[in-house]
């Protein structure tokens, strides 16, 4: 089955720690995603890569990393200088198609929650 | 900067009524707008996607309406069952990002 997954399901940070979100597609996208989604909010984004050994700041970098060694894979690292790090994390891949029809497909979500 | 409005942020219907949600944007100039299901917990599901060309696109029970001019699109759901229980989200496409609105969260009482 194609998709993408994300580990893992919940998270839990102390003050001062740097955690790392997983994501893997094995969709053959090129392009992935990062967001974050508050309570009652819609999803910002937070870093996105359009091609393997490139990724671009979003919205909401600051406090947040990325790395994009592979293909299929997008991880995340929630910094200590992220200072408001509790929320729903998604993660998205699109694949090289035209901007007018295609969708971005979504991962299940990790949820961090610092103590 | 993109700004995209859900209104109204929840809705709850009995069974068997038609759902009526809106969506509105900022800045026409859009590639498509696209409507998204999200269970609680879970990541978004793809349900519609209209170019901006389009003026509709349609699903099942699920018809989409897009006025680009206007920065106004509706999702209708015929005949609501509880299985369409759910949060809502529009996003409207500028190139390689999507900017989401909130999102109307949907109940239906059986």
């Known amino acids: 089955d194609g998709g993408i997954t994300q580990s893992p399901k919940y998270l839990f940070r102390k003050e001062g720690q740097n955690v790392t979100l997983s994501c893997e597609q094995n969709l053959n996208h090129d392009a992935m995603y990062w967001y974050r989604q508050d309570p009652g909010q819609g999803l910002r984004l937070i870093y996105y890569s359009q091609i393997v050994n490139d990724f671009q700041k979003g919205d909401i970098a600051e406090g947040y990393s990325v790395s994009r060694e592979k293909k299929e894979s997008f991880p995340l690292t929630v910094t200590s200088a992220q200072k408001n790090p509790t929320a729903f994390y998604l993660c998205?891949?699109?694949?090289?198609?035209?901007?007018?029809?295609?969708?971005?497909?979504f991962g299940p979500g990790t949820r961090l929650t610092v103590l | 900067k993109q700004e995209v409005t859900q209104i109204p942020a929840a809705l709850s219907v009995p069974e068997g009524e038609n759902l009526v949600l809106n969506c509105s944007f900022t800045d026409s100039a859009i590639y498509n707008l696209q409507w998204f299901r999200q269970d609680p917990g879970k990541g978004l599901t793809s349900l519609l996607l209209i170019q901006s060309s389009q003026r509709e696109q349609t699903s099942g029970r699920l018809n989409a309406s897009l006025d680009k001019s206007s920065g106004r699109s509706t999702l209708y759901i015929a005949a609501s069952q509880p299985g369409d229980s759910a949060t809502y989200l529009c996003a409207v496409s500028n190139d390689y990002k999507l900017s989401f609105g909130a999102g109307t969260t949907v109940t239906v009482r059986a």
């Open positions: 998205a891949s699109r694949g090289s198609g035209s901007y007018w029809t295609d969708t971005q497909y």
